[in-house]
């Protein structure tokens, strides 16, 4: 946009309109501007005003004229179509977008050279230090998974930890930008905050130090009492009810409200925290806590559910605040459930009660984990089996909440892959060999620091083969539905890998699954400096897009170690074996979900119901508000889960019967 000095017409008409500059040299406005929608401004600096000539819908149905209205400028430049009114003290060093609305605020102002929170230094799962991660606008949780607990690669961490001050340095500006589309209304103070187009600012109390990537797609909201420092807001956040957030990154699509305290953590995709407070948190997608007591502190967290009052603690009163603790992915904390970290808890566990025994239970996935009179008990493999577990593998796609076309972390949302089978696979080992060692009739086993009961042991066992047979079955099958084959020539040609990657040890990296030789390839050409962050980005978005080619690599590989032959050598009898098993593999847990989900709905569930009345009238009241066990639409789900996979199974079978050898 081209500006012009203003005309003495021009300037005389806006003294009498109650306008004055230490300079009227220094105010450009464009060429069409007109002085009759700018009054009682004061004019500092160097200054620029677009044109304003269309009206703006206020909240409530209020039209306002867009134009410059009791305020005070120092060096800003207004785009087209603002209306800024009544600033209290100042607007200083900022660019202003087209159409954007700010009102009665208190002062908005760059002091001096920023980077609006680009390098700020998250001392994240350590309070005492040592893992310090520098945020910026395009942290991903993979990327941040590797700074976090990569330390013992420090020229690799060297590496990125320089090009993210490369990258600071370059956002860094003495003038700060307020994009196009904005709203900031009924706020106080606004500090060294660069903000994004189509943001929403209502009655936030401050902001200092901080980038809003608010954009078209996926506007950024802020609230009444909001208070963040030193911080990176991703896009389509919402932040509301004076919550405090200070030295974070808060990733896309995550939800802060009701006075939720965060502090020095990093938070991924889709996380929600309400009431409760996060200190030195590593929060992977879809950390969610609802709960007033509810303390999350110097821990690794992914697709967690956190109950009521669930706390941690990382402090042995000796070196201080330096322990942490991981709970991978899908675990479960109850309320008022207690770890002494260091802890290490696997992947869809639940936590029950208070454990100060320093548990690793990372090799036993899908267990629980129970205290006992003070002692830890684990049960392998249990949830496997319950209905909860299922219930939140489908709902976590469904509550994505990034709008964001432009996204920055890679969520793998799959129940069973390569990396929790693995784990079940390596949990048989353990299971096995503690039952080796210590005898088949012991009653109760040691175990890292929990104990395992011996029906607790065999049952775990079982589960896991089951989950096994289903994951194994599951990629078998997707190999071959929805082709025809003449021979079995066809058939092990459809079955050959489509590369070589994926053998060997899989990595969750906050929500990236993918394996640990491409994450190890990824690390030594960072080293060398051979990727840029943006390279390193489209390294994982690839690894993301190829996981079922991968998955297919480690599944074949394990099928093989089954069949004990290679794919070559594999018969048509064995295919339809493998099938007839993942089928029975996949109806025995349908079964015990569908029986777990009838829990829901037995006479224990109905206490509280027909409080005034009968047996009877308690049935009516609790099927009016549930419905009946045959309505649910989950457990028809299940039912219909069953009839599908099994009708599968047998097209599947009856078409290998008809391949030639």
């Given amino acids: 946009m081209s500006y012009r000095k203003l005309t003495s017409q021009e300037i005389e008409q806006l003294q009498k309109q109650g306008c004055s500059a230490t300079d009227w040299e220094e105010v450009e406005v464009a060429e069409a501007f007109e002085t009759q929608f700018v009054r009682e401004v004061r004019f500092s600096g160097h200054n620029r005003l677009g044109v304003f000539r269309r009206e703006i819908a206020m909240p409530g149905g209020l039209i306002v004229h867009s134009g410059i209205y009791n305020a005070t400028l120092h060096n800003c430049e207004v785009g087209d179509d603002c209306h800024l009114y009544n600033i209290h003290n100042y607007i200083a060093n900022y660019r202003i977008g087209n159409n954007s609305c700010i009102e009665n605020v208190n002062a908005i102002l760059v002091d001096g050279r920023s980077t609006f929170g680009n390098g700020v230094r998250v001392p994240v799962m350590n309070e005492g230090g ?166 999350l502190i110097a821990g690794m967290f992914s697709f967690l559910n956190a109950g009521s009052g669930s706390n941690q603690s990382n402090h042995m009163y000796k070196l201080g605040p330096i322990h942490q603790g991981i709970a991978e992915r899908g675990a479960k904390t109850t309320s008022d459930s207690y770890l002494l970290w260091p802890s290490k808890i696997g992947a869809f ?108 042991l065999r049952h775990g066992r079982d589960l896991y083969t089951i989950g096994i047979q289903k994951f194994l079955g599951n990629s078998l099958i997707s190999r071959l539905d929805g082709k025809s084959f003449d021979s079995m020539k066809d058939v092990r040609e459809a079955l050959r890998p489509d590369s070589p990657i994926g053998l060997g040890d899989w990595v969750d990296m906050a929500g990236l699954i993918a394996p640990k030789s491409e994450i190890t390839t990824l690390l030594n050409e960072i080293e060398n400096k051979q990727l840029s962050l943006t390279d390193i980005q489209k390294r994982l978005v690839e690894m993301h897009s190829n996981y079922y080619s991968y998955e297919w690599t480690w599944a074949l590989d394990k099928l093989q170690q089954v069949w004990n032959c290679s794919v070559e050598e594999v018969s048509k009898e064995m295919l339809i074996d493998t099938v007839n098993i993942w089928q029975e593999a996949v109806i025995r847990l349908d079964h015990m979900v569908y029986e777990d989900a009838r829990k829901e709905f037995d006479l224990n569930s109905q206490t509280g119901f027909g409080v005034d009345g009968d047996r009877e009238q308690a049935e009516a009241d609790f099927e009016e508000v549930r419905g009946s066990f045959e309505s649910n639409s989950f457990v028809k789900a299940v039912l219909e889960h069953i009839e599908r996979k099994s009708a599968l199974g047998e097209k599947i079978c009856t078409s290998l019967a008809a391949v030639k050898e």
């Fill in 130 to 295: 040592g893992r310090e991660i520098p945020i910026f606008n395009e942290l991903s949780a993979s990327l941040a998974y590797i700074l976090t607990l990569y330390r013992h690669r420090p020229k690799m961490i060297s590496e990125l930890e320089r090009q993210i001050d490369e990258y600071a340095d370059a956002q860094a500006d003495t003038v700060g930008h307020i994009g196009c589309h904005v709203r900031i209304l009924n706020c106080g103070s606004i500090k060294n905050v660069k903000i994004g187009d189509y943001a929403e600012l209502t009655g936030v109390s401050r902001l200092k130090n901080g980038t809003i990537n608010s954009n078209a797609d996926a506007p950024v909201r802020l609230g009444s009492g909001v208070k963040c420092a030193d911080f990176i807001i991703a896009s389509g956040v919402e932040i509301g009810d004076s919550t405090l957030v200070e030295k974070c990154f808060v990733g896309q699509g995550c939800i802060f409200d009701k006075h939720y305290s965060a502090g020095e953590s990093l938070f991924f995709s889709n996380c929600q925290g309400m009431h409760g407070e996060a200190c030195a948190i590593f929060a992977g997608p879809y950390t969610v806590t609802h709960h007033k007591s509810t303390l």
């Fill in 349 to 456: 566990s639940l936590v029950m009660g208070r454990h100060t025994h320093h548990a690793d239970t990372s090799d036993l996935p899908f267990s629980y984990l129970i205290e006992n009179h003070s002692e830890s008990y684990l049960v392998p493999g249990a949830n496997l089996r319950t209905v909860g577990t299922i219930r939140d593998a489908q709902k976590w796609p469904k509550r994505d909440n990034r709008k964001d076309p432009h996204q920055l972390d890679q969520i793998n949302f799959n129940l069973l892959s390569p990396y929790t089978v693995q784990k079940m696979w390596r949990g048989r080992e353990v299971l096995d060999e503690l039952q080796s060692l210590s005898g088949e009739n012991t009653e109760v086993y040691g175990y890292k620091n929990c104990k395992i009961r011996n029906s607790s």
